[in-house]
């Protein structure tokens, strides 16, 4: 386990790491109550109580108390009770203020609630939480039970066939200017919330930036401290001729500018023409 309280972790891959101490202690790659780890990825990791019915082992990957994940893979963490990805709550000498950003989450799995990521305190935003799972069938994506989730993209996290809650299991907080499906209820849950597909480049091959005409896209809320996505692409800008200014995708990455990538144009006429020689 990498401990940290302070400094700045950059371009770090930790992988099949495992906890230590009781079997209430939290596991396996980073426990983190300050700092900043940043363009990482913790992948693999697992708790070593994990099988002992009378342990809870939370987290395998990342458990935050304080400080900031930014632009960071989470993903094939096991072999937990909660939270095998992310772990987010009041830890050891802090107030539950930690912040998940930009964050490419998938392929973990946990026995119960939050596959992806658990969090009862502190800020998930401009996430993709994506082929999680719960071997319970609930939160396979998210648990949430307080904070602030938003401007992020959970999906297809489970089965909604078997559990309306598999993608996201819901119980308190603010979940706003999200993407899941199936649509989540409850008190602190927004009115600015997609269903439906994402629209995603090609996610049978792990490619989950997004296509043009996603819905993810121009329809996150403005944070001004998020200058950047998960590929370190600026953020936010114009990706749909429809905004008239910049304004932020839902998820990790930003799509392309309206000015960037292939050539597109649009021709207007009145009258019939039978060639572009006489455009």
């Known amino acids: 386990v990498i401990k940290m309280t302070g400094g700045t972790l950059v371009g770090t891959r930790i992988t099949h790491c495992s906890s230590e101490g009781t079997a209430s202690g939290f596991g396996g790659g980073v426990y983190m109550t300050g700092g900043t780890i940043r363009n990482s990825r913790i992948l693999n990791n697992f708790t070593a109580a994990y099988g002992d019915a009378t342990a809870f082992r939370r987290c395998a990957g990342l458990a935050i108390g304080a400080g900031l994940a930014d632009r960071c893979e989470i993903a094939g963490n ?70 602030t989730v938003r401007n992020s993209i959970i999906y297809n996290n489970g089965d909604p066939a078997k559990d309306a809650k598999c993608n996201v299991n819901y119980a308190s907080g603010t979940f706003d200017y999200n993407v899941s499906t199936p649509a989540v209820s409850g008190t602190g849950v927004g009115a600015n919330n997609l269903t439906g597909a994402p629209g995603f480049a090609d996610a049978d091959h792990g490619d989950y930036t997004l296509a043009t005409g996603s819905i993810a896209i121009d329809s996150a809320l403005v944070i001004e401290a998020v200058t950047n996505d998960y590929a370190g692409a600026v953020r936010p800008k114009r990706g749909a001729e429809t905004s008239p200014e910049a304004i932020p995708d839902r998820g990790a990455w930003e799509a392309m500018g309206i000015d960037e990538g292939e050539f597109r144009c649009s021709i207007s006429y009145t009258q019939p023409v039978s060639g572009l020689d006489e455009l």
Do not use: F, P
């Open 78 to 147: 096991n072999k937990c009770t909660y939270g095998a990805g992310v772990w987010m709550d009041a830890l050891k000498n802090t107030s539950g203020t930690g912040i998940l950003r930009n964050c490419y989450i998938h392929d973990n799995t946990s026995q119960r609630e939050g596959g992806g990521v658990y969090v009862s305190k502190g800020t998930v935003e401009h996430c993709t939480i994506v082929g999680n799972s719960s071997l319970d069938l609930l939160g396979g994506g998210l648990y949430q039970g307080g904070g």
